[in-house]
């Protein structure tokens, strides 16, 4: 081991035993030696000599960088070295008699970083230069799989560095880009398309991994190659064996579905593009899907069938022919039900990529009137699709009934992922109006006959789903309550879940009656329907902290809407918050989670808004407001009496009294309109001025 090997070792330790003085001196002597005007033939002359795969690799990071960096001031000479040198490494030939170690014996990162050098190559040097690469590549690759296997991973670099658009290049890397890809399609593609069917027909049963890394390769080059050279009866037919025979390993099954992907997401004129999705025969594979639900299969077949799917779509919208639309629309209703089986029954990474298709499909119903029956049943599926979609896994059911660290995380997480199922409930609900509302009724009616406790779950989604469907609805609907929504409303108020103690079912049903409150500005007669959902244990007096101070709020608004059609009920309701009062102004600590705009005091600001009005007669009024005012005033005055008394441990505890008490009178205050204080009743102006 000579001193640049041993530099390099210690550059590279990353165990904390070597001094940190002597490895900044190693660092210092390996850059020294990457300056030498002969470092190329250095690097290479150690690639055929050390098996430390660290010299290995400190020698091909360093060709990468020099070529990167220098290539242009090379000489002919040391241009041509470098050239047959770095092939000989890829295409596992002796550089000389004394060549003792073969790079592609290495592990995978060193054969990638050989991969990434011969990209570089490729990019000062092909076409001009070195017409021949790849056609010199493919001569190489009857030595068997360890080359087969390095072509691969050149292939793949290719992709990764230069053709790739997945990643941002300047206009030179796609200049550079565009004239390997011309230059490829002329002279060797087809060669190259004919060494992969060559390879997947030898190697399918003996290795796999290797028809993998084939597969790969193939998939990338799908996009920019002539489609024909894949698309034909002899390649299709191959990768459809592939996946096809459950002989094979899911790996490989996947990775043929992957390129007849790949095929199906080729951009063509739609026509043309239609032709060559009928001819795919999607069906042959909807049946993998019900294989083992969450195989890495399954995920690739899932993806595949959705790719095709969108393709469909995009088809249909482009085409105006009648023609092409009834193949497109055949095409639909053909892949539809795997799709719709595979969002509600497999667990797979697609599931955006699945909703952003049904909501185009949804889209292109808009302009479809009346509905063919098989799309009023895709309509019905997509609706099972959502409700599934949204529903809680019961195996955090005690997490977010808790609201600890998980069952906080979980609920983010649905929040974020329900937002595109909302969003497609409501393009449903435009386009069929009358079957999401049966579909949400039906849904509701299931969950209300359920055995609560068992199906918590299903009692949030569907309460989830009437929630979500009212954002599409006009003002008019709502107050008028058209078509189903005066059966689910009156439904809604009248049901008392078993399972009304857990924490999210009362919150989305509290919400839920919020969210159509307009609904009982025109329909009075459920106003004392919607006051026992508020003030029984559904609402304020629901055990939970946080769905009671919720509740407050929610109430407050509803009142704030409401107003003069609960004067009526003004006793009642403060005969129900009489202890809802009492025990805001006794607790003597806020906690953290309840602080803020859902305090509690918004109960307050409801029974301002509700006695504040001028619809109360003023004695009426007064004796209210006395009733509330006198005994906050007298406790804010026992516990200033009592400050001197008391112990220093106490003190933080009272002051949060007092102000909690504060915080009370003035919530109470807003329901009094400034005129009415000052003008019509100032006798009740002066109440409030007193407590000042």
């Known amino acids: 081991m000579d001193d640049l090997e041993k530099a390099i070792l210690i550059s590279f330790d990353e165990s904390g035993a070597v001094d940190s003085a002597l490895k900044a001196q190693a660092v210092g002597y390996c850059q020294q030696i990457k300056e030498t005007p002969s470092i190329c033939s250095i690097c290479i002359e150690r690639l055929c000599f050390s098996k430390l795969v660290q010299v290995q690799f400190w020698c091909l990071q360093c060709l990468h960088e020099v070529l990167r960096v220098r290539y242009s001031s090379m000489g002919p000479e040391e241009k041509s070295f470098i050239r047959k040198s770095v092939f000989s490494l890829a295409c596992y030939e002796s550089i000389d008699d004394k060549n003792l170690v073969r790079v592609l014996d290495g592990p995978a990162f060193i054969k990638n970083k050989l991969a990434q050098v011969m990209v570089t190559l490729i990019c000062f040097e092909y076409p001009m230069i070195w017409p021949s690469v790849f056609v010199d590549f493919l001569s190489n690759l009857s030595k068997g799989v360890v080359v087969i296997d390095m072509f691969c991973r050149v292939l793949n670099a290719l992709d990764e560095e230069v053709i790739s658009l997945d990643y941002p290049r300047s206009q030179e890397e796609v200049a550079i880009a565009g004239q390997i890809k011309d230059a490829m399609r002329q002279q060797c593609i087809s060669q190259v398309v004919r060494a992969w069917y060559d390879i997947l027909l030898m190697y399918r049963n003996s290795d796999p991994d290797l028809c993998c890394s084939v597969l790969d390769s193939m998939r990338r080059y799908v996009s920019w190659i002539d489609i024909g050279l894949i698309a034909n009866d002899a390649f299709v037919g191959l990768l459809f064996e592939l996946m096809l025979v459950s002989g094979f390993p899911d790996q490989l099954r996947g990775a043929a579905a992957g390129c007849i992907h790949a095929v199906a997401a080729k951009r063509m004129d739609p026509k043309a593009k239609l032709t060559l999705l009928q001819s795919l025969q999607i069906r042959k594979v909807f049946g993998l899907v019900a294989e083992d639900n969450d195989s890495e299969l399954v995920s690739s077949v899932s993806s595949l069938l959705t790719g095709y799917s969108t393709e469909v779509l995009e088809c249909s919208k482009r085409l105006n022919s009648e023609d092409g639309k009834a193949v497109s629309t055949e095409l639909l209703n053909e892949v539809l039900p795997s799709v719709f089986y595979v969002m509600q029954n497999c667990e797979i990474d697609e599931t955006f990529s699945i909703v952003q298709f049904l909501s185009g499909y949804v889209g292109t119903l808009k302009s479809l009137a009346p509905l063919t029956e098989t799309q009023s049943l895709h309509v019905g599926q997509i609706l099972d699709v959502i409700r599934s979609q949204i529903r809680f896994d019961p195996a955090y059911r005690n997490n977010l009934d808790m609201l600890d660290k998980t069952g906080k995380e979980e609920e983010d997480r649905m929040a974020e992922f329900r937002k595109d199922l909302f969003v497609l409930l409501r393009s449903v609900g435009r386009v069929a109006p009358d079957a999401t509302q049966l579909f949400i009724r039906n849904s509701l009616a299931s969950a209300v006959a359920s055995n609560g406790d068992v199906n918590v779950e299903e009692i949030e989604a569907a309460l989830s789903l009437l929630y979500a469907f009212g954002e599409s609805l006009s003002d008019e609907t709502m107050k008028t309550g058209n078509g189903l929504l005066g059966e689910l409303i009156p439904m809604l108020l009248s049901t008392k879940f078993p399972c009304h103690n857990n924490r999210l079912v009362a919150l989305i049903y509290l919400e839920t009656v919020t969210r159509y409150m307009k609904f009982f500005q025109e329909n009075t007669q459920y106003i004392p329907l919607v006051l026992s959902a508020f003030l029984d244990e559904r609402g304020i007096h629901h055990p939970n902290r946080n769905v009671s101070r919720r509740a407050s709020y929610l109430f407050m608004r509803i009142v704030k809407l409401l107003k003069a059609k609960l004067v009526p009920y003004i006793e009642t309701i403060l005969q129900s918050l009489q202890d809802t009062v009492a025990q805001f102004t006794t607790i003597y600590a806020v906690s953290k989670e309840l602080s803020g705009c859902e305090d509690g005091s918004h109960i307050f600001e409801a ?86």
């Open 607 to 692: 029974i301002g808004l509700l006695i504040g009005m001028e619809d109360v007669p003023l004695e009426k009024q007064s004796e209210y407001l006395t009733a509330l005012l006198t005994p906050l005033c007298q406790q804010v005055e026992a516990l200033l009496l009592n400050a001197k008394a008391q112990n220093p441990e106490e003190s933080p505890a009272k002051i949060t009294n007092i102000q909690q008490i504060i915080m009370a009178i003035n919530a109470l205050s807003k329901g009094f309109s400034e005129r009415l204080v000052t003008a019509s009743r100032p006798a009740i102006g002066l109440m409030f001025k007193q407590v000042d």
